[in-house]
Structure formats: C-alpha cells, structure tokens
C-alpha cells in the first residue's frame, strides 16, 4: 500500500489539519522541516514517505476564498516528474480547467516538463455530476472523493454509494475520505473504507484517508485492500517513514 503524504495550503501557508475544522487550522509545526513554506515542505513530505505523488489540498480554493494559483504553479514547477492530485473545490469541469490554465500561465515550464496536475472532484463542492465525465474525455484522468462528516456523505451531486446508476459515474480512482479522521489520531476509518470499497464497481481503486498514527494502523488499512492512504500528521511527527507493503 502506498503512502501519499498531503499539503494543505491556507493563506500561503501548509497548514496542519484537524478534524476538518479549518477556521482553526495553523501553519505547520513539522518536525521535517523548519518552516511552513510549501516547497520546503511538499519536499520534506515526497522523501519522508517516498512517494512521488502529492496531494494538495487548497483550502483557499476550497472555501471559495482565492486560490493560491502563484504557489500551485512554483509547486509544480519545482516537482518534475511528480503526481500532484490537487482539490481545489471545482463545482464543475468549467471551473477545474479554469484554474489549471491559470497555473499553466504562471508557471515557468512547459506543462511535460513540470509536475503532472491530476484533479481531485470531492463531493463537499461538486455541483456538477458530468464533471467527471468530461475531465475523463479531455484525458485528465479525475480522481473523486467521497468526503464524509459525521458519517455523512458531503454534497448533493448524486455520487454516493447508491444506487448502483450513481457509481457508474465513478472514475478509475476513488478517495474515501472521513474529515472527522484527518489529523485526529484516531485511527483511520476503515468501516467507511471497506463500505465504499465494496460498493465500488469492479477496476475501481480505493483510496484512504485519514486518521493513522503508527505503523500499525498503516498495516490494518493494508489489510483492507487500498490501494493508498492519504497521511499528513504522521509524517510531520515521524510516527511512520516509508511505504509499507500490504500484509500477504
């Protein structure tokens, strides 16, 4: 199972996220670096876990505030031959290939020669069902999450785990995500996980997210057959390093 550490940008800084709660959310205090620049950070995290994917979460973006577009396309810039998954709150495709031509026209290379954009579409802000599928035809490959609060699915697009007609608009990956989770060292939220992951149609991969603390909770989400779990707080406090393979 994969680690994909997590960046969440706010007001120009990585911040640490707890529990989905964000009016309270600070600039990072990371033991992997001194400061809460992103690029220093995104660094930290990529040789912390190993990865060579990137989630980015700009909650600027996402609380419909301004986008940090400037930071975005350093970021990619800066981070060649990395997957940066990016959910910036679209509530459509318009508004997905909106920003990202904004951050291709601020950023200083060639899209082949930067950090590959993939977008995220999470529930919380989606408005618009057919986003999925016309990113999927103009070949951005969309990941969705299913962001969950309070055991409830966020958002009214439709694209929860039933009935089955809604999940034939899942594409290829899927992010079961539990805000109450992240950053909370509770422990991950497999029942929500498994649920998606058996509500999902066949070639569909399921990703967690969310709540580990050690390498324990690394090997129980293994065990329940992601494919990857989303971690920010663990890496900043070293309580887990790299990749763990899942349990045969």
Do not use: C
Request: hydrophobic letters at 50%; a neutral charge.
């Amino acid at each position: 199972m994969q680690v994909i550490p997590v960046l969440d940008l706010l007001d120009g800084h990585v911040v640490r996220a707890v529990r989905g709660e964000r009016a309270a959310y600070l600039p990072i205090r990371s033991s992997l670096a001194a400061t809460s620049e992103p690029l220093d950070i995104a660094r930290a995290l990529l040789a912390a876990s190993g990865a060579r994917t990137l989630y980015i979460a700009d909650l600027g973006a996402i609380q419909q505030q301004r986008p940090h577009v400037a930071t975005l396309a350093a970021l990619r810039a800066a981070l060649p031959g990395v997957d940066i998954w990016l959910d910036a709150g679209y509530a459509d495709y318009a508004s997905m290939l909106a920003l990202f031509a904004r951050i291709d026209a601020s950023g200083p290379l060639a899209p082949p020669l930067a950090a590959t954009l993939v977008p995220v579409f999470g529930t919380e802000s989606l408005q618009d069902i057919h986003a999925l599928r016309a990113a999927e035809a103009a070949g951005f490959a969309p990941i969705l999450s299913l962001d969950h609060r309070a055991g409830q699915l966020l958002g009214t697009t439709g694209v929860g785990t039933s009935p089955q007609p809604a999940r034939s608009w899942w594409p290829r990956k899927v992010i079961a995500m539990t805000l109450d989770q992240v950053g909370s060292y509770d422990g991950p939220d497999l029942a929500t996980f498994e649920r998606i992951r058996a509500a999902a149609p066949a070639g569909t991969d399921v990703i967690g997210a969310g709540g580990i603390r050690n390498g324990d909770d690394m090997a129980a989400a293994a065990r329940t057959g992601a494919l990857a779990w989303l971690v920010a707080s663990a890496l900043h406090d070293r309580r887990i390093g790299s990749p763990i393979a899942a349990s045969t």
